[in-house]
């Protein structure tokens, strides 16, 4: 059974400085029409470097969202241009919104393209930008960590190896666990659900219940946390991510109500992404429900 994965491709997070007026702060939780409307309003020239790079992630999460790699390569190379012009000055916030903005657009162009060679480039932006954020940023210090567990846990995926999965599980848990730089309410969230993903392919790559207990677990515990945030996204990602999670679940224990109650979860998430128009969303979400309908077709006829 493969159940495609949302979770990496949807919830990679980010660290905006500065930005246009009225845009939203955090991009990771804007909709097709928000992005849209921040990379209508700052030019595709002469802005300033922070403005580019909101405009830049604009880009690469809305061609994310719709599918649409053209616009994710654009925005990984208006990032990078950033990046490379802020190589020779002052390391600061700015340089490691810039090294995030990168790693997070070349985790979702690999995701796109199999263009695996990107993801190492991707690793070593973020891990530069973590280690300098530990002692001079500590605030963006977790969600960081999320981005890098990210990228390792793609790496793992897309080898089929567990050991990078594994290595992404520990960042995970070092950015929940750290007890002097903690994860806002935010990035508590997101981080619960890309652990989970990496805890739903060491289910599927061990062949063992066990990682996707854990991953219901913790998509649960999300859900539960995201109906107080106000972030619409964020649920429809949740919904879809735990209905994959129970899917997996359900196959391994014989359990039909897991697969029933992810196949209810599947087509909340799907009624979201119509409503705001993402339509890449929308079409794996079926695709995954589609696999929990097979699951629970299978189950019925033992």
């Given at each position: 059974?493969?159940?495609r994965?949302?979770?990496?491709?949807?919830?990679?997070?980010?660290?905006?400085?500065?930005?246009?007026?009225?845009?939203?702060?955090?991009?990771?939780?804007?909709?097709?029409?928000?992005?849209?409307a921040?990379?209508?309003?700052?030019?595709?020239?002469g802005a300033p470097?922070?403005?580019?790079l909101?405009?830049?992630?604009?880009?690469?999460?809305?061609?994310?969202?719709?599918?649409?790699?053209?616009?994710?390569?654009?925005?990984?190379?208006?990032?990078?241009?950033?990046?490379?012009?802020?190589?020779?000055?002052?390391?600061?916030?700015?340089w490691?919104?810039?090294?995030?903005?990168?790693?997070?657009?070349?985790?979702?162009?690999?995701?796109?393209?199999?263009?695996?060679?990107?993801?190492d480039?991707?690793i070593?932006?973020?891990?530069?930008?973590?280690?300098?954020?530990?002692?001079?940023?500590?605030?963006?210090?977790?969600g960081?960590?999320n981005?890098l567990?990210?990228?390792?846990?793609?790496?793992?995926?897309?080898?089929k190896?567990?050991?990078?999965?594994?290595?992404?599980?520990?960042?995970?848990?070092?950015?929940?666990?750290?007890?002097?730089?903690?994860?806002?309410?935010?990035?508590?969230?997101?981080i619960q659900?890309?652990?989970?993903?990496?805890?739903v392919?060491?289910?599927?790559?061990?062949?063992?219940?066990?990682?996707?207990?854990?991953?219901?677990?913790?998509?649960?515990?999300?859900?539960s946390?995201?109906?107080?945030?106000?972030?619409?996204?964020q649920?429809?990602?949740?919904?879809g991510?735990?209905?994959?999670?129970?899917?997996?679940r359900?196959?391994?224990?014989?359990?039909?109500?897991?697969?029933?109650?992810?196949?209810?979860?599947?087509?909340q998430?799907?009624?979201?992404?119509e409503?705001?128009?993402a339509?890449?969303?929308?079409?794996?979400?079926e695709?995954?429900?589609?696999?929990?309908?097979?699951?629970?077709?299978?189950?019925?006829?033992?």
């Amino acid at each position: 059974m493969v159940i495609r994965s949302l979770i990496a491709v949807f919830a990679l997070a980010a660290v905006l400085s500065g930005g246009a007026a009225a845009a939203p702060r955090d991009l990771a939780d804007a909709s097709p029409a928000e992005l849209q409307a921040v990379i209508a309003r700052i030019p595709a020239s002469g802005a300033p470097a922070d403005q580019t790079l909101t405009r830049a992630e604009a880009m690469f999460r809305l061609g994310n969202l719709n599918g649409d790699v053209g616009m994710i390569r654009r925005g990984a190379d208006a990032a990078s241009a950033v990046l490379s012009s802020l190589q020779a000055g002052e390391r600061g916030a700015l340089w490691v919104t810039a090294n995030k903005a990168v790693g997070t657009a070349l985790v979702m162009l690999t995701q796109r393209t199999n263009e695996r060679s990107r993801l190492d480039e991707a690793i070593a932006a973020f891990e530069s930008a973590t280690l300098f954020a530990r002692d001079s940023l500590p605030e963006e210090w977790p969600g960081l960590m999320n981005s890098l567990a990210i990228a390792q846990w793609t790496k793992g995926r897309m080898a089929k190896d567990v050991a990078p999965i594994k290595q992404a599980n520990e960042t995970f848990r070092a950015a929940l666990n750290d007890t002097t730089m903690k994860p806002s309410d935010r990035e508590r969230v997101r981080i619960q659900v890309n652990m989970a993903s990496s805890l739903v392919e060491m289910s599927m790559l061990a062949d063992d219940v066990a990682p996707a207990e854990e991953a219901v677990t913790q998509l649960q515990a999300a859900l539960s946390s995201v109906e107080s945030l106000g972030i619409p996204s964020q649920k429809a990602i949740i919904q879809g991510n735990l209905a994959q999670a129970l899917t997996i679940r359900g196959a391994k224990k014989q359990d039909a109500a897991d697969v029933e109650r992810a196949v209810e979860l599947g087509k909340q998430a799907i009624a979201y992404w119509e409503q705001v128009g993402a339509v890449d969303a929308r079409n794996d979400t079926e695709a995954n429900l589609r696999q929990s309908y097979q699951v629970l077709t299978e189950l019925y006829a033992r």
